[in-house]
């Protein structure tokens, strides 16, 4: 299985985003993480397959909505109120060893190439 990940772009400050990550097969968990330049990788959002369980970063409740479309293996994060220090390469990730460490960025197999975010103040 393969992850692509897409959306990515130049936003200003407040302004929004959806990113995509299509799954070339069969996943359950897919989840969101993202790093910015001198950061380690960080957990975003994570969705149970049919997109009914969801867990999100705290910093990023409230205006970041991840779904799922489970027919089209195709994760989505929705990305609203955006600020500057969103900015960082977004990378989906799928087929988590344990469903006990969903945040956990070493509990994934499966990677996407990155999308760029960038907001601009």
């Known amino acids: 299985v393969q992850l692509q990940a897409s959306g990515g772009g130049t936003v200003q400050a407040g302004g929004s985003l959806r990113l995509s990550c299509a799954a070339s097969?069969?996943?359950?968990?897919m989840a969101w993480f993202r790093q910015a330049p001198g950061k380690e990788r960080e957990f975003v959002a994570v969705?149970?397959?049919?997109?009914?369980?969801?867990d999100y970063a705290e910093s990023v409740k409230g205006r970041f909505t991840i779904s799922r479309d489970g027919a089209e293996n195709t994760s989505y994060l929705q990305m609203n109120s955006l600020k500057p220090e969103d900015t960082a390469v977004y990378y989906c990730?799928?087929?988590?060893?344990?469903?006990?460490?969903?945040?956990?960025?070493?509990?994934?197999?499966?990677w996407g190439q990155g999308t760029q975010v960038t907001v601009s103040s």
């Open positions: 097969g069969r996943t359950y968990e």
């Open positions: 990730a799928a087929s988590p060893k344990s469903r006990e460490f969903l945040r956990d960025v070493r509990n994934y197999a499966l």
């Open positions: 969705s149970s397959w049919s997109g009914f369980t969801t």
